[in-house]
């Protein structure tokens, strides 16, 4: 079976442009989980979604972030503009039970 | 609010020796679920295993094993006669029955020598 897919595996564009990350859940799970990790901070959840629907924008870090979820096999991480500050390594699970999260291979961003 | 600790920055032996990873975490809460990660050099995240906070049974899986103790607020990580390809960076995390969010610790890189 597939695992969660995300494109592009790595990203590197200029800060002020505008840069889409996208995921493709396991089929069948319900729930959609996009993570951002730095050496800073760690991993961090930034939001997620139960049937395409956010539920939690909570660890958003500003309104340049945003989110959705058209269905519920595609889902995308929009920065615009990106900042240098933005990157990161972003990786997005999906989970079918509420327990366990499955990840994707992460997507490395780089902002210039 | 919930934490976990991975007092253990980096880690680093030789191969066939065994190794354990520490994991201490806090939370109020009475049910609560306990994951570890693999990330490889590759960079993906993989799942290792779950532990729900009502059963304290440890589990054997190969060479690995995971020793959960309440009393102590620890999810201690086993590798038995480590290989090379053990190498990756290793989290804990934790997750409240009811919630979604899970709350990683910081990591243990662990590095295995031929």
């Known amino acids: 079976d597939a695992g969660v897919i995300q494109s592009p595996r790595h990203e590197v564009t200029e800060m002020g442009q505008e840069v889409t990350l996208r995921c493709k859940p396991i089929s069948g799970h319900d729930y959609l989980f996009w993570y951002r990790q730095t050496m800073m901070r760690g991993l961090e959840l930034l939001i997620y979604?139960?049937?395409?629907?956010?539920?939690?924008d909570s660890g958003m870090p500003e309104d340049r972030f945003s989110a959705k979820m058209p269905n519920a096999s595609f889902s995308t991480l929009k920065i615009q503009p990106s900042e240098p500050r933005d990157s990161a390594v972003y990786f997005c699970?999906?989970?079918?039970?509420?327990?366990?999260?499955?990840f994707g291979p992460g997507t490395r961003l780089t902002v210039l | 609010a919930q934490k976990v600790t991975q007092a253990q920055t980096e880690i680093s032996v030789v191969e066939k020796e065994d190794v354990t990873l520490d994991c201490v975490y806090e939370?109020?809460?009475?049910?609560?679920?306990l994951f570890w990660y693999k990330q490889p050099p590759s960079g993906e995240l993989v799942f290792l295993i779950r532990r729900n906070s009502f059963d304290e049974q440890n589990e054997i899986s190969g060479r690995y094993s995971w020793n959960f103790q309440k009393s102590t607020s620890s999810f201690n990580f086993t590798i038995t006669a480590s290989q090379v390809v053990d190498s990756a960076v290793y989290f804990c995390?934790?997750?409240?029955?009811?919630?979604?969010?899970?709350?990683f610790g910081q990591g243990t890189r662990l590095t295995i020598n031929p």
């Open positions: 699970a999906s989970s079918s039970n509420r327990v366990t999260q499955y």
């Open positions: 979604f139960n049937n395409n629907v956010p539920i939690d």
């Open positions: 995390a934790l997750r409240l029955v009811g919630a979604q969010k899970l709350v």
């Open positions: 939370t109020r809460d009475t049910t609560y679920y």
